[in-house]
């Protein structure tokens, strides 16, 4: 079936450092890609996304690249901040099935 | 408000007692989504509406499990005689039209604690 595989966490970095959230999926047919992510206390809100190869998604500084020969999409963002602690989610979805298949889940904690 | 609201947002109920979760979808979403998710893990798909009509409920863990949408907006789930393992958030989202591309916005859920 359709999976999705995150990098596990917790993840800490301190500020100003580059980030990397490592992201593989498996589908059986052409999926489109997002990242969603979830502040404290907040629900899961959109970050980014990307629905064919090779695509780019980028957001708040935030970048993911389509890949389909890797089947990844691989979370980045140059500098990161306080303010980006949160946990980040991974999905893929496909043609008709409409539903969302996610990741377990990184959670991410940038010190000052 | 704009987005979509889920209510109550927390929910305490003895085991073997029925509860009912409420979400209604931003104005004019046709797709509408349940998911659960348990602590530490990603949502996982429970069912799906376009406008009334379930389309997808291939993720109900069990036939405790019912949700209906009968006016094409706001949704229920409802859970009959609850079990330990029925504790978790479940969440929401709706998506302007059908398709894959579509974005899902996501309520800030309803956790739900069964004693």
């Known amino acids: 079936g359709d999976s999705v595989t995150q990098m596990e966490g917790p993840v800490t970095l301190s500020e100003e450092a580059f980030l990397t959230i490592n992201c593989t999926y498996t589908a059986t047919g052409y999926p489109s890609l997002f990242w969603y992510v979830q502040y404290p206390g907040e629900g899961l809100q959109l970050l980014l996304k990307?629905?064919?190869?090779?695509d780019k998604g980028s957001n708040k500084g935030f970048e993911a690249t389509y890949r389909k020969e890797t089947t990844s999409f691989h979370l980045e963002k140059g500098s990161v901040q306080v303010s980006d602690s949160a946990v980040y989610f991974c999905a893929l979805s496909i043609g008709g099935a409409q539903k969302l298949v996610f990741g377990q889940g990184t959670r991410l904690t940038i010190n000052p | 408000g704009a987005g979509v609201s889920q209510s109550p947002r927390y929910k305490v109920a003895k085991r073997g007692q029925d509860v009912a979760l409420r979400c209604d979808p931003i104005s004019g979403h046709v797709s509408l989504f349940w998911y659960q998710q348990a602590l530490g893990q990603g949502p996982e798909f429970l069912t799906y509406f376009q406008n009334e009509a379930q389309l997808d409920k291939s993720g109900l863990p069990s036939d405790r499990f019912f949700a209906e949408r009968p006016e094409g907006s706001v949704s229920t789930l409802k859970i009959q005689r609850t079990q330990q393992e029925d504790s978790a958030v479940y969440l929401c989202a709706s998506s302007l039209e059908g398709g894959s591309r579509q974005p899902q916005h996501f309520g800030d859920g309803t956790r739900l604690s069964i004693l």
């Open positions: 990307a629905t064919k190869a090779d």
